[in-house]
T-cell receptor, first 115, second 109 residues
Framework: EPEVTQTPSHQVTQMGQEVILRCVPI?????FYWYRQILGQKVEFLVS????????KSEIFDDQFSVERPDGSNFTLKIRSTKLEDSAMYFC?????????????FGEGSRLTVL | EDQVTQSPEALRLQEGESSSLNCSYT??????LFWYRQDPGKGPEFLFT???AGEEKEKERLKATLTKKESFLHITAPKPEDSATYLC??????????FGTGTRLQVFP
């Protein structure tokens, strides 16, 4: 069964360092998302991406965050200068249609620990 | 503001003891309500999407129903492997899903 894959599964970094989280969405999907989940809290929307541009972003997704689809398969989330409060599980997701019209599939997540 | 509230926060069941999880929502124009299962340290695993009041979907021991204000996830004769956190999320008029805090289900043999 096709799945969303994410790397790394766990990354530890020092505050102020840049981090890139990588995702390979399901191959025929057109919409891509990043969500995050701070330990013990809700899953929160960060950004959606369609047709090589951001279609929506949340208040969390400030200038420190960026997304890119550098080739036909990868989808990346970059955090330019990490803060302690960026420590969370980051989930990539993809769907054939815009979320809500069909199924949204999540990857296993990348755990980011900022020290 | 779109909002999702799940109850109870935690539920302990004996194997075979059926029960229901509740998801109450307020959203301006529901375009879909989602149920996911999440195991510790893992990503949400898609279970169901419901689109309109009165709709029902089933998968093995799980059945999801939807009204205009809430959704229920019914678990019939649960097994220990059904132990997980069950997440409800809604899609309103934007790209994003709004998630609830989840119900942590433990099923004991």
């Amino acid at each position: 069964e096709p799945e969303v894959t994410q790397t790394p599964s766990h990354q530890v970094t020092q505050m102020g360092q840049e981090v890139i989280l990588r995702c390979v969405p399901i191959s025929n999907h057109l919409y891509f998302y990043w969500y995050r989940q701070i330990l013990g809290q809700k899953v929160e929307f960060l950004v959606s991406f369609y047709n090589n541009e951001i279609s929506e972003k949340s208040e969390i997704f400030d200038d420190q965050f960026s997304v890119e689809r550098p080739d036909g398969s990868n989808f990346t989330l970059k955090i330019r200068s990490t803060k302690l409060e960026d420590s969370a599980m980051y989930f990539c997701a993809s769907s054939v249609w815009l979320a809500g019209v069909g199924e949204l599939f999540f990857g296993e997540g990348s755990r980011l620990t900022v020290l | 503001e779109d909002q999702v509230t799940q109850s109870p926060e935690a539920l302990r069941l004996q194997e075979g003891e059926s029960s229901s999880l509740n998801c109450s929502y307020t959203v301006s124009g529901l375009r879909g309500l989602f149920w996911y299962r999440q195991d510790p340290g893992k990503g949400p695993e898609f279970l169901f999407t419901l689109y309109s009041a009165g709709e029902e979907k089933e998968k093995e021991r799980l059945k999801a129903t939807l009204t205009k204000k809430e959704s229920f996830l019914h678990i019939t004769a649960p097994k220990p492997e059904d132990s997980a956190t069950y997440l409800c999320a809604v899609h309103g008029g934007t790209d994003k899903l709004i998630f609830g805090t989840g119900t942590r289900l433990q099923v004991f043999p």
